[in-house]
């Protein structure tokens, strides 16, 4: 079956934009997760979601970052007043009842 | 605090070969452990995991890991490597407890072990 999928592939902003990142889960699959990944560096969490509501969002590193799950399928990150820090690949997982999840193949943003 | 720690950054076998990539970890309660693998431009893909049960866990690729809970350990390891198992491989741990408990929540990865295999 389809896996997750995440668009766009690659997205290149100037500092100061603003930018959406959307995740399409594993149909069926309740819990979504954004991490983000650095160059060198294992993923580190963002945001989880259960259903709708957002179970955990303890990982956003500032108010700039904001994600929503309105129908408690699709995902959009969105980051305003991006900055070159900002650049990383936002990766999007989704699981069901397992404890295991499954990755998107990721959103590699560069901030100018 | 939850943390994992990937001691090698880089690991060299040949082909045909054991390998082991290192993985040790800090939870305060029971850990959820993981390995996902990681090719060039592309998404982690799940290898296996440990929940409960036998310490002796198997997955994908002929991978498997062994977790003691003595030494906070969770290493990988597939008795004959190939050439194509050559990539990122990540361990990542949950605190089975924190929070709101239960199965899914959110992992904590290491830095992430190169492996490379050689003919």
């Known amino acids: 079956g389809a896996g997750v999928s995440q668009t766009p592939s690659n997205k290149v902003t100037e500092k100061g934009k603003y930018v959406e990142l959307r995740c399409d889960p594993i149909?069926?699959?309740?819990?979504l997760y954004w991490y983000r990944q650095s160059l060198g560096q294992g993923p580190e969490f963002l945001i989880y979601?259960?259903?709708?509501?957002?179970?955990?969002d303890s990982g956003l590193p500032n108010d700039r970052f904001f994600a929503v799950r309105p129908e408690g399928s699709v995902s959009t990150l969105k980051i305003q007043r991006t900055e070159r820090g900002d650049s990383a690949v936002y990766l999007c997982?989704?699981?069901?009842?397992?404890?295991?999840?499954?990755f998107g193949p990721g959103t590699r943003l560069t901030v100018l | 605090a939850q943390s994992v720690a990937q001691p090698e950054d880089q690991v060299n076998v040949a082909e045909g070969n054991p390998l082991t990539v290192k993985c040790t970890y800090s939870?305060?309660?029971?850990?959820?452990l993981f390995w996902y693998v990681q090719y060039p431009n592309r998404g982690l893909q799940f290898l296996l995991k440990?929940?409960?049960?036998?310490?002796l866990v198997k997955g994908s690729y002929g991978f498997e890991a062994e977790f003691n809970k003595s030494q906070t350990s969770f290493h990988l390891k597939k008795p004959s490597a190939l050439v194509s198992d050559s990539a990122l491989y990540f361990c990542?741990?949950?605190?089975?407890?924190?929070?709101?408990?239960?199965?899914?929540?959110?992992?904590?990865f290491g830095k992430g072990t190169k492996l490379s295999v050689k003919p």
């Open positions: 997982a989704s699981s069901d009842r397992g404890a295991e999840q499954f």
């Open positions: 149909s069926g699959h309740t819990a």
């Open positions: 979601f259960q259903g709708t509501g957002a179970a955990d």
């Open positions: 939870v305060s309660g029971n850990p959820y």
């Open positions: 440990y929940i409960t049960g036998d310490n």
């Open positions: 990542a741990v949950r605190d089975c407890c924190m929070n709101y408990g239960g199965s899914q929540g959110n992992l904590i």
